[in-house]
């Protein structure tokens, strides 16, 4: 099954961008996401866990 897709891949041009491509893409939404993650700010955490005991 492999070789009939990989021949099929092989027979179109500019292919071999579309791997790396998606790996940029990949890697760039998770160095963003750790970037947001690790510069939000704690005192908005802690307001957003109390929330269900303010209730």
Same mark, same amino acid.
Do not use: A, Q, R
């Given at each position: 099954?492999l070789?009939?897709? /990989?021949?099929?891949?092989?027979? *179109? ?6 791997? @790396? @491509?998606?790996?940029? @893409?990949? #890697? ?5 996401? #750790?970037?947001?993650v690790?510069?939000y700010? /704690?005192? /908005? @955490? ?5 929330m269900? *005991?303010?209730?």
């Amino acid at each position: 099954m492999l070789k009939f897709i /990989k021949h099929n891949l092989e027979t *179109i041009s500019g292919v071999e961008i579309y791997p @790396i @491509i998606s790996l940029v @893409i990949f #890697f760039s939404f998770f160095v963003g996401l #750790f970037i947001w993650v690790f510069s939000y700010k /704690k005192d /908005k @955490i802690k307001e957003l866990s109390e929330m269900p *005991i303010n209730d």
